[in-house]
């Protein structure tokens, strides 16, 4: 199983990045998939994540209103777009796919499979 996340970057604060979520060796179509970041010196949190169908979607508190992710399962590929973006979002940003129950969607330790990781740096 391979997740390979990209599209992270140098943007300035209020620009907008696309990230990328390819996944191979599973069947992607029957995972949840979803993205996590981890700043320096902070905990990993919870980003946003999206059922298998594309139905349902989970956002945190911090990126509500200003992320967005939808994914195409034709081509194996989550994607989140992140408009408005500020300093605070600078982090590396992972994707992971997984089938937690609803309630336990925002929990890492609900996704077995991760991606390696792309950075973001906003700069102010």
């Known amino acids: 199983v391979q997740l390979q996340a990209s599209g992270g970057g140098l943007v300035q604060a209020g620009g907008s990045l696309r990230l990328s979520c390819a996944a191979s060796?599973?069947?992607?179509?029957?995972?949840?998939v979803g993205w996590f970041r981890q700043a320096p010196g902070k905990d990993r949190e919870f980003v946003t994540a999206?059922?298998?169908?594309?139905?349902?979607?989970f956002d945190g508190d911090s990126v509500r209103g200003r992320f967005a992710i939808s994914r195409d399962n034709a081509k194996n590929t989550v994607y989140l777009q992140m408009n408005s973006l500020k300093a605070k979002d600078t982090a590396v940003y992972y994707c992971?796919?997984?089938?937690?129950?609803?309630?336990?969607?925002?929990?890492?330790?609900?996704?077995?499979?991760w991606g390696q990781g792309t950075l973001v740096t906003v700069s102010s």
């Open positions: 060796g599973l069947t992607f179509r029957s995972y949840t």
């Open positions: 992971a796919a997984g089938r937690p129950i609803y309630s336990a969607a925002r929990q890492s330790n609900m996704y077995a499979y």
């Open positions: 999206i059922t298998w169908d594309g139905k349902t979607i």
